[in-house]
């Protein structure tokens, strides 16, 4: 007698979900990480752009997204460290740390020939950052170089794929000072501790502070009717 085989239903794929989603009236945007959970935000996009693109596009900038216990300058833990604007959803922001003020210029100088030769440039803020205990197991007096690059476009106004191909182009060039990883990754591990949850908090307030002065920048552009050719200051 003759056998045959079980038949087999056709496989079905998986339901998937994108991982940044941009809704229908372009007013916010959803990113889901790999945890299955998911921010919905503020959005402002620049008008031409398809949402589908400017979602690819967005996808490996903004996710995976920062652990929230952690610090925002662990770029160890991320391999991007963008963030988009909380309040306009308008701009993407990455916050750096550097050892020195030479470095950090040294990543300016670079940071701009790439916006030059893109003939689209960045928003920029320096701060400076000093540990009032540094870290256990290090005796001498610390302090860090802040650096914060804000992506935005001017005219038409909105976040647009010239500032994702800007952000993956300073991503590109690696601006990482493994010289303070040490130390900042020490600040994440106290931060349990009083004086590790202090340094969290300043950091933090520091970069609050400079995204804000690339916000007033923004705002300067745009009054002073030089939008397209407003560069870092």
């Known amino acids: 007698s003759s056998s045959s085989s079980p038949s087999t239903a056709p496989a079905t794929a998986p339901t998937t979900t994108r ?3 941009i809704s229908s009236d372009r007013k916010t945007i959803t990113l889901h990480d790999a945890n299955g959970e998911t921010t919905t935000q503020l959005f402002s996009p620049t008008p031409k752009i398809s949402s589908e693109k400017l ?59 790439v916006a030059d030769e893109m003939k689209h440039h960045p928003h920029i803020a320096r701060g400076e950052w000093n540990a009032a205990s540094p870290p256990q197991q290090d005796s001498r007096p610390w302090s860090c170089f802040p650096l914060t690059v804000t992506c935005t476009t001017h005219q038409p106004r909105g976040l647009s794929g010239k500032d994702a191909r800007l952000a993956a182009a300073v991503d590109g060039l690696a601006l990482v000072d493994d010289d303070i990883l040490w130390a900042l990754e020490e600040w994440d591990v106290q931060g349990g501790t009083d004086t590790g949850r202090e340094m969290i908090r300043r950091i933090r307030e520091e970069q609050a502070r400079l995204v804000g002065i690339n916000r007033r920048a923004i705002a300067d552009a745009l009054s002073s009717c030089g939008c397209a050719d407003a560069k870092a200051e």
């Open 19 to 21: 991982p940044i989603h």
């Open 55 to 113: 979602e690819r596009a967005l996808a490996p900038l903004l996710l995976p997204p920062l652990p929230s216990s952690g610090l925002e300058y662990a770029h160890s833990q991320s391999p991007s460290g963008w963030q988009l604007d909380p309040q306009h959803g308008d701009a993407i922001h990455r916050h750096f740390a550097f050892e020195s003020k030479a470095k950090r210029e040294e990543a300016i100088e670079r940071i701009m020939r």
